[in-house]
């Protein structure tokens, strides 16, 4: 019997495919990804104080209406099959969008090299989180920012039944570009879906070569039920 493992997923993507996605539209959106009992694993989790280093209430400061927590180390088994298997697949990605970008900055191609870089920078606390919404909840535009250094793409996966566990709740990304109209895009992913996308800039064709353009992602207002997404982020926090 063949495997399924998440990082054999991972393996089998098309990232050239990913790549030019992203380079396109600003995200790339990748279909079931996760199977339904891992992410019914993954929302069991969200009650259990010991699985999580903090919790915010997003309310208490302004960042919209809902919760989200930030798991502890040892990360979850598929959460750490996600964090480790993407980023080496993501890193040569963001690479080529420090050079259109005219950096100097160069991502190692492992995670663990990356993370001791986090750690030299004084950030050691990791930043994987499971956000929760009920009907009314909402993300305000945002960037994941923890510190100094920062991956610049990371990714969101829908653990919820989109239509059956809620209804709304699309993932919101904003891009603006210098003396250009904000562009704007709602995703509405299906249960297992991925979404990766940058943390807070992009190159973008111009006439005259690569533009900067500066992004925020958020998430609209859950009209009913209960939406649970997990956040994959690759910097670690101060």
């Known amino acids: 019997m063949a495997r399924d493992t998440i990082e054999d ?11 030019e996605e992203l380079a396109e539209r600003g995200y790339a959106h990748i279909p079931r990804l996760l199977r339904p009992p891992e992410c019914r694993a ?24 809902g919760s989200y927590a930030y798991f502890r180390e040892p990360l979850p088994e598929a959460v750490a099959a996600l964090r480790t298997g993407l980023y080496p697949r993501l890193a040569p990605i963001a ?41 009314g909840g909402y993300n305000r535009l945002h ?11 990371q990714a969101t996966a829908m653990l919820s039944r989109r239509g059956s566990d809620y209804t709304g709740g699309e ?13 704007g895009e709602a995703i509405a992913a299906e249960q297992g879906d991925l979404i990766v996308f940058p943390v807070r800039e992009r190159p973008v064709a111009g006439k005259r070569g690569p533009l900067r353009a500066e992004l925020r992602h958020g998430m609209s207002r859950v009209h009913s039920g209960e939406r649970y997404a997990l956040g994959i982020i690759f910097h670690d926090a101060e």
């Not at 969008?97 to 663990?112: D, I, S, V």
């Open 42 to 65: 993954l929302i069991a989790l969200y009650p259990d104080d010991e699985r999580f280093r903090s919790r915010i209430d997003m309310a208490r400061y302004r960042f919209g209406e």
């Open 143 to 153: 960037r994941d920012l923890y510190g100094p250094l920062a991956f610049p793409l």
């Open 9 to 19: 997923r991972i393996d089998g993507l098309d990232w050239g495919a990913i790549g």
């Open 95 to 135: 690479n080529g969008m420090m050079t259109a970008l005219g950096r100097e900055l160069r991502y190692p191609a492992a995670l663990q090299a990356f993370r001791r870089q986090c750690r030299a920078a004084g950030q050691t606390r990791p930043t994987p989180l499971l956000l929760h919404y009920t009907a």
């Open 171 to 183: 993932f919101l990304l904003v891009e603006n570009v210098a003396r250009q109209q904000s562009r």
